[in-house]
């Protein structure tokens, strides 16, 4: 038999009539390789190149023919943790961003899911209206939000005040409004795509349970707690690592809402600036590609840290009962 | 065994009483207190609509009406002219007559049509291409036997993990590197491996019978033909699952199109918008412009997901709950 025959997959042996399964040759690659190459080039070799820059100093100065200039150990990151006041106050943004997001949003969805669970006309359409902002681009929305949140008169939610007569409030320079604003424009984008996932939790719990329920005299308290609640914990946990995930790479908002003057993020001192925009500022504003690269790799380490502690206290909670 | 009916006859029972998963109490009346229950939900669909129908109605203001304060809630006329004002003369200036959405960047071939044409254009070959090539490698990773397989696999499956800034500036320098800064290149390559789709494909095909690959291949097949034929059909409701995430999550794609792009013609829609937030910054006048330039943005992914709605929402519940 000649070699390239034998070596294409569509060949079947004469003799016997059959192929082994594993006889896949050549096309098993051929398939394979435009995924794998692109994947290794554009997926695995930056995250490596990420961790290895984030150990030098890369910056405008320092690169004469662009390239890295010598190592410095753990000096961006012991900069990062030690010294660097603004990656502090994105760190301490950020957790109480993702903090107030994800524990609202779980609470929005499951709310929204539980009250259109029933399938009539008007929930299905209610459902899609609420659904409506996971599809829709963020940055059109975040002009909205810029408009509604202005701090003239001309600002919607001024201008609703203003028949209270409450003078127009500066809502975008108020230190200590950022966060919640930001919060507030992530349930709005977020709480409907939570609630598509609780709904299909709560249609995967057999109608039988609660029958039996109700016959054993249990109230509607008690079915939320001893049944819905207990059953959709998987769907909690998926919602909410997913929910984290997300909230910590928030970016679009800041960048929109709160420009600092020229060439810089976060608004007035830094009220609402977070870690990817920290990230964003550090490597193209400032083009300090060593120490973004740092940053970029602390998101990961925390994101990590942090899905592991909700799978395993998730997990521990089911081992408890 | 200590139970009456055997594990089948259970699972056959379950899947009889499972019904649209609501479950309503005979011996609970419906009583006029839950309907007054609903009115926070209504409430709260007044939020989720307003900010779309001040897009759209504020895009639809004149320059004039757009300044009252406080603003009007239904505009006084409806008028064109942030899109296009037949009134605009570049060479002389007049009070309330605003450059309109398509009568910008005039050094620019086609004006703002370029954005969405890029948009159109990175989007569609992005969603094509990822898939095909995704499709492909979760062929063979599901149906093929070979060395490395697994390994292969699990790199792809943790690669999930990692937030994708991690690489960001690295792919920048990347970009960079080969002179893709500001071309489609930049846009379109470095997007198509795409983990999770072949994850999800890979998660999929495992449902579907070897045998119907191996009995191809006994009728003597080539792997092409089998992917072709019988693989692609059988993924559909699959991609088409997965193309409607892909198109979505790439048009709205903000921060790469974002570093990689420096001259205004390789803009996206996104960009472009942020750009021209940027450049009329509190300027009451150019609100108009630029609310109808996010509607123009939104509008294609709205309408994507109202015309395939069904696949979507199976989509989301297949992903996120297997």
């Known amino acids: ?321 | 065994m200590s139970t009456l009916l055997s594990k089948a006859e259970i699972k056959r029972n379950d899947k009889l009483m499972e019904r649209s998963g609501s479950f309503k109490n005979p011996f609970e009346r419906q009583s006029r207190a839950s309907k007054l229950r609903r009115i926070p939900i209504y409430l709260l669909t007044v939020v989720m609509i307003a900010p779309y129908y001040w897009m759209i109605t504020s895009s639809l203001k004149s320059v004039k009406e757009l300044q009252v304060v406080p603003p009007t809630l239904f505009p006084k006329k409806l008028i064109w002219g942030n899109y296009y004002d037949t009134r605009f003369n570049p060479t002389s200036f007049q009070q309330d007559v605003m450059q309109g959405l398509f009568q910008r960047y005039p050094d620019l071939k086609f004006g703002f049509f370029r954005f969405m044409m890029n948009s159109f254009f990175v989007n569609i070959s992005i969603t094509c291409l990822t898939l095909f090539i995704g499709s492909l490698a979760a062929y063979v990773v599901s149906k093929h036997r070979f060395k490395g397989k697994k390994g292969i696999y699990l790199v792809i499956i943790g690669s999930m993990m990692i937030p994708w800034q991690v690489g960001l500036i690295p792919g920048f320098l990347l970009m960079d590197k080969f002179g893709w800064l500001n071309t489609f290149w930049a846009y379109i390559v470095p997007a198509l491996p795409k983990a999770f789709i072949v994850f999800f494909l890979t998660q999929y095909l495992t449902s579907i019978p070897d045998e119907l690959v191996e009995a191809a291949r006994i009728d003597g097949a080539t792997e092409f033909t089998i992917y072709f034929r019988i693989i692609l059909p059988l993924l559909k409701p699959a991609l088409i699952a997965m193309m409607i995430f892909t198109a979505i999550g790439e048009w709205n794609n903000f921060l790469w199109p974002l570093i990689i792009t420096t001259s205004q013609d390789m803009a996206t829609l996104p960009v472009a918008l942020a750009n021209l937030k940027n450049s009329g910054a509190g300027n009451i006048g150019t609100q108009g412009v630029i609310m109808g330039a996010s509607l123009i943005t939104s509008i294609p992914t709205i309408a994507l997901y109202f015309a395939t709605q069904k696949h979507f929402i199976r989509g989301i519940a297949l992903s996120g709950l297997k």
């Not at chain 1, 990656?87 to 301490?92: D, P, R, V, W």
């Not at chain 1, 539980?114 to 899609?128: A, G, H, P």
């Open chain 1, 1 to 321: 038999m000649p070699k390239s025959v034998k070596e294409s997959t569509g060949d079947v042996s004469r003799k016997t009539g059959f192929r082994k399964f594993s006889d896949v040759g050549i096309s098993t690659y051929l398939m394979l390789s435009p995924f794998v190459l692109l994947f290794i080039v554009f997926s695995v070799y930056p995250v490596l190149a990420s961790l290895r820059l984030s150990f030098m100093r890369y910056n405008a100065i320092c690169n004469p023919d662009q390239s890295p200039c010598g190592s410095v150990g753990f000096g961006n990151y012991a900069t990062l943790i030690f010294h660097d006041d603004r990656f502090h106050k994105a760190l301490s943004n950020t957790a109480i961003y993702v903090v107030g997001a994800v524990i609202l949003g779980m609470i929005a969805s499951l709310s929204l899911a539980l009250s259109l669970q029933e399938d009539t006309k008007s929930n299905r359409i209610l459902r899609v209206i609420f659904f409506l902002p996971s599809v829709t681009s963020g940055i059109a929305v975040v002009l909205v939000w810029g408009w509604v949140f202005r701090g003239d008169g001309v600002g919607l939610l001024n201008a609703m005040l203003s028949v209270f007569g409450v003078h127009p409030i500066e809502w975008l320079a108020t230190t200590w409004m950022a966060i919640p604003i930001l919060i507030f424009m992530s349930l709005w984008g977020g709480a409907g795509f939570g609630m598509i996932l609780f709904l299909a939790g709560l249609n995967s719990i057999p109608a039988m349970y609660y029958e039996a329920a109700v016959i054993d005299g249990a109230g509607p308290k008690q079915r939320f707690r001893y049944i819905t609640l207990p059953l959709l914990r998987p769907v909690m946990v998926y919602v909410g690592i997913t929910g984290i995930i997300g909230a910590f790479q928030i970016f679009e908002g800041v960048y929109l809402l709160f420009p600092t003057s020229v060439g810089s993020i976060g608004g007035l001192r830094d009220m609402a600036l977070m870690i990817v925009p920290y990230l964003y500022d550090s490597g193209f504003n400032k083009f300090r590609l060593g120490y973004a690269s740092a940053i970029a790799w602390v998101l990961f380490a925390i994101i990590f840290i942090v899905s592991m502690i909700n799978l395993k206290l998730t997990r521990s909670l089911e081992d408890l009962k």
